[in-house]
T-cell receptor, first 117, second 110 residues
Framework: AQKVTQAQTEISVVEKEDVTLDCVYE???????LFWYKQPPSGELVFLIR??????QNEISGRYSWNFQKSTSSFNFTITASQVVDSAVYFC??????????????FGTGTRLAVRP | KAGVTQTPRYLIKTRGQQVTLSCSPI?????VSWYQQTPGQGLQFLFE???????NKGNFPGRFSGRQFSNSRSEMNVSTLELGDSALYLC?????????FGPGTRLTVL
């Protein structure tokens, strides 16, 4: 069975601080995908990134960066120089990469990030 | 390209009624998944449809059902509503394992 753990329930930072959101996953599959989504107060889940289990390269997109470490089953997300607009709930998710499983996502419980001015 | 659209956005029903929610995927996407989000249970997978066939199903009672049409639009139905069905229902369309979500339908059961 798959499981995603986001141990941080809530994080509060002051604007311009860097913040890292932790994600630890469990799966028996050798091939899988990892995702991060942002959910602002409006409710819509906004896709941020997808990472294939074979690709352990870290990725940077503007102020966002992701650190994927297979050895520790972690896929952490860092926001550099946080802004008030980053305030949202962030979800980490996992899906198997086999046809029989389709595109089912297993989500973590989310981390609520509050960025104070 | 237009994003995933869901209708209605808000819905209020009473216990025992049934409800139908609609989802139109991104053009070209053939897979549509549904999720339920509640404060207590978080985001839970309901089911996924691909080319009009249910490809995967979560652990929800039979009161929850869905279908997909030939144009990939999908509907989900909940019969005999219970108070605990109050939730945000999210639809996602996917292509190449990347899932994009709609704004959701917030269902309140009184």
């Amino acid at each position: 069975a798959q499981k995603v753990t986001q141990a941080q329930t809530e994080i509060s930072v002051v604007e311009k601080e860097d913040v890292t959101l932790d994600c630890v996953y469990e799966t028996r599959d050798t091939t899988y995908y990892l995702f991060w989504y942002k959910q602002p107060p409006s409710g819509e889940l906004v896709f941020l990134i997808r990472r294939n289990s074979f690709d352990e390269q870290n990725e940077i997109s503007g102020r966002y960066s992701w650190n994927f470490q297979k050895s520790t089953s972690s896929f952490n997300f860092t926001i550099t120089a946080s802004q008030v607009v980053d305030s949202a709930v962030y979800f980490c998710a996992l899906s198997e990469a086999k046809k029989s499983s389709g595109d089912k996502l297993t989500f973590g419980t989310g981390t609520r990030l509050a960025v104070r001015p | 390209k237009a994003g995933v659209t869901q209708t209605p956005r808000y819905l209020i029903k009473t216990r025992g009624q049934q409800v139908t929610l609609s989802c139109s995927p991104i053009s070209g996407h053939r897979s549509v998944s549904w999720y339920q989000q509640t404060p207590g249970q978080g985001l839970q997978f309901l089911f996924e449809y691909f080319s009009e066939t249910q490809r995967n199903k979560g652990n929800f009672p039979g009161r929850f059902s869905g279908r997909q049409f030939s144009n990939s639009r999908s509907e989900m139905n909940v019969s005999t509503l219970e108070l605990g069905d109050s939730a945000l229902y999210l639809c996602a369309s996917s292509y190449n394992n990347e899932q994009f979500f709609g704004p959701g339908t917030r269902l309140t059961v009184l």
